[in-house]
């Protein structure tokens, strides 16, 4: 009896949150929104790019620039780790209460976007030889291919820098301060494209000189605007206990994270290389039509994304204080929201594509052939919302050997399939890519019970 009356405190603790701001939709929408309006930024910023080039006498420099920018691209993903680990080990240690241990995984995330940055910019003339045995290109473009990447490199530890922070304030839900970050960042590399090239009359050097300047000021202005809330922002360096900090446990844990992270971004390559590689055997009009589709694929991430970042932050601090109730309610409710944000996004796509695929092409070829896949493209959002949410989850709970082993067996299927309906043209490659986005969610989901087993306690009844 005594046992008994000693739980139903506990009980009455678990559904508090239900009563709680920090899990209604209006706080949920407000974590989403600053994402959402933040990642639609990124865009123009290439679009930019080209602009400039575009302008210049050859098409060499739009392709270098284009070159240049996608083996910059594949080493910023390959440690897209640093942004989503460090977002689910911060959540949870904010969520129990332990602010010394925040400001270590800063640290520690950091030291590791630094060492792989040094060793990157000393590597990079092999990189770039490397490549060029992979890319054929003209003289000319793969000259200022080498230009561009040359510079871009020295803001690589701004770059990496920068995706630390934003895992890391997303980890405490400062997604308004994110904002700030992606849209000065994002803005300051455009002006300073419009002041190199157009003012300076530089080319494809002063464009990546805009974007590696635009990213140290980024870093440099975070990291000023964090020093100074000290008591919103755990960042106490001077009193980081160097055998704690370097402790064998904590970096075995973020290197397992990179490890898996790392292995679910290589996959995720794979899926958009495979897709166009078989879009490409069917010839030009096919490839260009399916990279179209991945463009628009892009912005309905973007747009996804700001639910799962919400996520991500919610639910790691949920996990950290051990609340199950909470973690489910947050669950159901950012589901709930993204799930709706789809159902918009489909509408939008069927009612808009007169308007959207003549902003896409002019060309009557490939219109006709990208009006041929829409039906597959209004189908995307309320197909894909899930994988998007689940990941979600699964950051903030730092629990990455789900999201690998979920991606490994999303690929297979997906691999299984192009390669099963290899001469069925480009609506069975579709079919394949919406089947792949809803496994994802559906695997990540299945494993949902496991996940709350082995983080937060009790199996969900």
């Known amino acids: 009896m005594k046992k008994a009356q000693k739980t139903q405190p506990k009980l009455a603790i678990e559904t508090e949150p239900l009563r709680g701001p920090e899990t209604s939709y209006r706080h949920i929408w407000a974590l989403s929104w600053p994402v959402m309006l933040s990642t639609m930024s990124v865009p123009m910023v290439g679009a930019v790019d080209v602009a400039m080039m575009g302008h210049l006498p050859s098409p060499a420099y739009v392709g270098g620039v284009a070159l240049g920018g996608l083996i910059y691209g594949v080493i910023v993903l390959a440690f897209s780790f640093l942004r989503m680990g460090t977002t689910g080990l911060t959540s949870r240690a904010a969520g129990a209460g332990h602010k010394e241990e925040i400001s270590r995984i800063f640290m520690r995330s950091q030291l590791i ?17 490397l490549a060029l045995r992979w890319i054929e290109t003209s003289p000319a473009a793969a000259g ?5 990447f040359s510079v871009r490199i020295w803001g690589l530890p701004a770059t990496l820098g920068n995706a630390v922070m934003i895992g890391w304030l997303f ?24 002041l190199f090239v157009l003012g300076l009359g530089l080319d494809v050097d002063g464009v990546a000189a805009a974007s590696a300047a635009s990213e140290w000021a980024g870093f440099i202005l975070m990291i000023a605007i964090v020093r100074a ?3 919103r922002f755990p960042l106490n ?3 980081l206990d160097a055998s704690i900090l370097f402790a064998r446990d904590k970096w075995l844990a973020m290197l397992k994270i990179a490890r898996d992270l790392s292995a679910r971004t290589l996959l995720l390559w794979a899926v958009e290389a495979l897709l166009l590689s078989q879009a490409a055997s069917s010839g030009d009009i096919s490839l260009a039509a399916i990279q179209i589709v991945l463009v628009i694929f892009g912005f309905i991430a973007f747009g996804l994304d700001g639910f799962a970042h919400a996520t991500e932050a919610l639910a790691g601090t949920a996990i950290g204080a051990g609340s199950r109730t909470k973690l489910l309610l947050i669950i159901k409710r950012t589901t709930v929201l993204a799930a709706a944000a789809a159902g918009i996004m489909s509408a939008c796509l069927y009612l808009l594509e007169g308007l959207i695929i003549p902003v896409m092409t002019n060309q009557p070829t490939l219109q006709a052939a990208i009006a041929d896949l829409w039906f597959w493209c209004v189908l995307i959002p309320p197909f894909s919302f899930l994988a998007f949410q689940m990941d979600g989850v699964y950051v903030g709970a730092a629990a990455s050997h789900y999201m690998r082993n979920g991606m490994l067996v999303s690929f297979a299927l997906f691999a299984g399939l192009v390669f099963f309906f290899a ?3 480009l609506d069975a490659l579709m079919f394949a890519f919406i089947v792949y986005l809803l496994a994802r969610g559906i695997y990540l989901a299945l494993y949902l019970g496991h996940m709350f087993d082995r983080y937060v306690g009790a199996p969900i009844k």
């Open 237 to 239: 360096l001077s009193s």
């Open 423 to 425: 001469s069925a043209g």
């Open 171 to 194: 980890g405490q839900q400062a997604m308004r301060l994110c904002m700030t970050q992606l849209i000065f960042i994002n803005a300051l590399n455009i002006a300073l494209n419009f």
């Open 113 to 129: 976007a630094l060492i792989g940055s040094i060793l990157l910019i000393l590597l990079h003339p092999f990189i770039l030889m």
């Open 144 to 148: 200022h291919m080498d230009t561009y």
């Open 229 to 231: 809330q000290p008591k």
